[in-house]
């Protein structure tokens, strides 16, 4: 008969993911304070709680840090998106990311903060997170871009949108409306903006007779 692990004993694939976790959830709140260059994989592992080099222990290097942190902050938005609720495919999706993006769960907004200054860092020349973030956001683009061109088919959107351009559009009011607010003081700044926010953009995007069909 094989042998039961003792209660209480976690095996060796759990601490790794528990250790993984808790150098990942470190690495981010020292990002979102420090930006990603400002940091060091020591200051990763003494902020978990665990020595100098047990970031360079499990991630081996920096850049392979940056990758697994990026995927989890995308991931992480990913599963809000999921847990929002379900919306047709078209305009009403595009405004739900809107409104999703403003009302995180997060209220700290430590994964944004994150995010946005890996973005602000990737304009430095050589910058390390170029690349890896353009990988990661094609995503959410090829998304928005998608449910602008269903939009438009619908008939919610105007025709004469470039889904493309507008795809960057959305993602660069939103991004660039929580760096504003953001960068002027407290987080509270940016609580309750979504409402209007949504609106903005619906306007901006929706087809006559969409608004018609709405009012």
């Known amino acids: ?13 759990e601490r790794r993911s528990e250790a993984e976790a808790r150098l990942l959830a470190a690495a981010i709140e020292l990002l979102s304070r420090k930006g990603w260059v400002g940091m ?4 990763v592992g003494e902020a978990a709680g665990y020595s100098r080099g047990q970031a360079t222990h499990y991630f081996g290097n920096k850049g392979a840090l940056l990758r697994a942190l990026t995927s989890h902050l995308y991931r992480s938005f990913g599963e ?6 379900p ?3 078209g305009l009403g999706a595009v405004l739900s990311y809107v409104r999703v993006y403003f009302e995180r769960s997060d209220r700290k907004w430590t994964n944004a903060r994150a995010i946005l200054l890996l973005h602000a860092e990737a304009l430095l020349e050589n910058s390390d997170t170029a690349q890896v973030v353009a990988e990661y956001q094609r995503e959410i683009f090829t998304w928005i ?7 438009i088919e619908h008939g919610e959107v105007r025709p004469d949108v470039d889904p493309t351009l507008g795809a960057e559009f959305v993602v660069g009011a939103v991004r660039g409306l929580a760096q504003q607010r953001l960068s002027r003081g407290p987080v509270e700044n940016i609580h309750g903006v ?5 609106q903005l953009i619906k306007h901006a995007f929706a087809a006559d007779s969409g608004r018609d069909r709405r009012r």
């Open 87 to 89: 919306v047709p495919a």
């Open 145 to 151: 871009v998608e449910n602008l061109r269903i939009g």
């Open 80 to 85: 809000e998106m999921q847990a929002a609720p």
């Open 194 to 198: 979504s409402d209007q926010v949504v």
């Open 40 to 43: 060091t994989l020591a200051e």
């Open 1 to 13: 008969m094989a042998s039961e692990r003792p209660p209480g004993r976690r095996s060796q694939q």
